[in-house]
């Protein structure tokens, strides 16, 4: 299982001028063929960009698209239900833990939801923001590539 980042979604769905845009859409192609995920909190900040970018109904469709799609999982961090202290108290818990890594808040819950998901790689174009703060390989969508033996 890979996970794939906002960013890389934002630039198949938004920002199709960027230098990356080529990249991107081989990346999204070729890791149709492999188990791949978004997490849910990825797929959320990209609502909210095309939101801003765009219309907001545009949002609800894209997030019902991911919702409904055969070959992109959505990834959800573990939780407890067991009461709101209990699920407030291990979410923070989890969140503050990656914090302590120095990652951001929203970053931090995309890195939790992939490491309860046990990815293997996740593919963003930040990789600054998540080398070196967790055992997960974190990759470009070139360096991803280029693992696999494209060129």
């Known amino acids: ?3 794939i980042d906002t960013d890389v979604l934002g630039i198949h769905h938004i920002f199709k001028q960027d230098g990356r845009y080529p990249a991107t859409e081989w990346f999204l192609r070729e890791s149709e063929r492999i188990e791949r995920g978004v997490p849910i909190f990825s797929l959320l900040e990209l609502c909210g960009l095309i939101a801003t970018a765009r219309q907001p109904d545009e949002a609800t469709l894209i997030f019902e698209e991911y919702l ?4 992109t999982s959505i990834l959800y ?3 407890e239900i067991a009461s709101p202290q209990r699920f407030w108290a291990r979410q923070n818990a989890e969140l503050l833990e990656r914090i302590e890594r120095r990652v951001r808040l ?3 819950a995309i890195l939790w939801t992939i490491e309860c998901a046990a990815c293997e790689a996740f ?3 930040n990789t600054k923001h998540y080398k070196g703060k967790t055992m997960i390989t974190i990759q470009t969508p070139e360096e991803w590539l280029q693992s696999r033996g494209y060129r």
């Open 106 to 108: 929203g970053d931090a």
């Open 68 to 71: 409904a799609s055969d070959d």
């Open 1 to 3: 299982m890979i996970g």
């Open 123 to 125: 593919v963003t174009w």
């Open 77 to 79: 961090p573990q939780i």
